[in-house]
């Protein structure tokens, strides 16, 4: 089975940084990776990360240490719109296919004030 | 990417009628879309696996009778919530996964909030 723990909350002010560490535990391991969704919305896609290291998006970055079973989602120079929810995600397979299922983290809400 | 709609956005209903919410993928041929079930301040809780020509792979926990999926072509996937009481009051939120350069991602449709009195 699979198991996320990651925050349920995080409150910062703009401008700010905010890392939101994701750990898990799996049967099987291939990729970890990141959704933001707004309240009422889709979740949309952020980031992926396969192997150990740091993948920089623009003002978004995604960590993985695979032997700390460890990830994080860095949010740099927050902004308003910002505020939502942030999922760490993990796909239960070692191999790559498109029907490979995603077990979701808990979400943390994320709330930027001004 | 994929764009993936889902209709209706919102549906009201009385207990013990019955639900059909389409998933459409847009602009990909999709063989596999995913059904998730999301409670107000929760996270995504995977129902289903829609195969397209065939049955449709279910999460512990999820009836089969309830839920029924059907994918009957490479664009389209219906969950009917049958027999819906309130306690499926949910948003209901289908995806398309695809397997991308930078890695495999999923493509959420806009979601379904059922509401059952």
């Known amino acids: 089975g699979q198991s996320l723990e990651q925050p349920s909350e995080v409150t910062a002010v703009e401008g700010a940084i905010v890392q939101i560490n994701c750990t898990y535990q799996t049967s099987g391991f291939y990729g970890l990776s990141w959704y933001q969704q707004h309240d009422g919305g889709a979740p949309t896609f952020l980031s992926y990360n396969a192997l150990d290291g740091l993948e920089e998006t623009g003002r978004f970055s995604s960590f993985l240490s695979r032997s700390d079973s460890y990830g994080y989602l860095l949010l740099q120079e927050l902004q308003m719109k910002d505020s939502a929810s942030y999922f760490c995600a993990v796909r239960d397979a070692m191999i790559k296919a498109a029907g490979n299922k995603l077990t979701f983290g808990g979400g943390t809400r994320v709330l930027v004030k001004p | 990417g994929a764009v993936v709609s889902q209709h209706p956005s919102w549906v009201i209903c009385k207990s013990g009628t019955s639900v059909k919410i389409e998933c459409r993928s847009l602009?990909?041929?999709?063989?596999?879309m995913f059904w998730y079930r999301q409670f107000p301040k929760q996270s995504l809780m995977l129902m289903a696996t829609?195969?397209?020509?065939?049955?449709?792979?279910?999460e512990q926990g999820v009836e089969k009778d309830k839920f029924l999926i059907n994918h009957a072509s490479l664009t389209l996937s219906t969950l009917t919530v049958t027999s819906a009481h309130p306690e499926d009051s949910s948003f209901y939120i289908c995806?398309?996964?695809?397997?991308?350069?930078?890695?495999?991602?999923?493509?959420f449709g806009p979601g379904t909030r059922l509401t059952v009195l």
């Open positions: 995806s398309v996964p695809l397997i991308l350069p930078g890695g495999d991602e999923q493509f």
């Open positions: 602009d990909f041929q999709a063989t596999t």
């Open positions: 829609s195969n397209e020509g065939s049955k449709a792979t279910y």
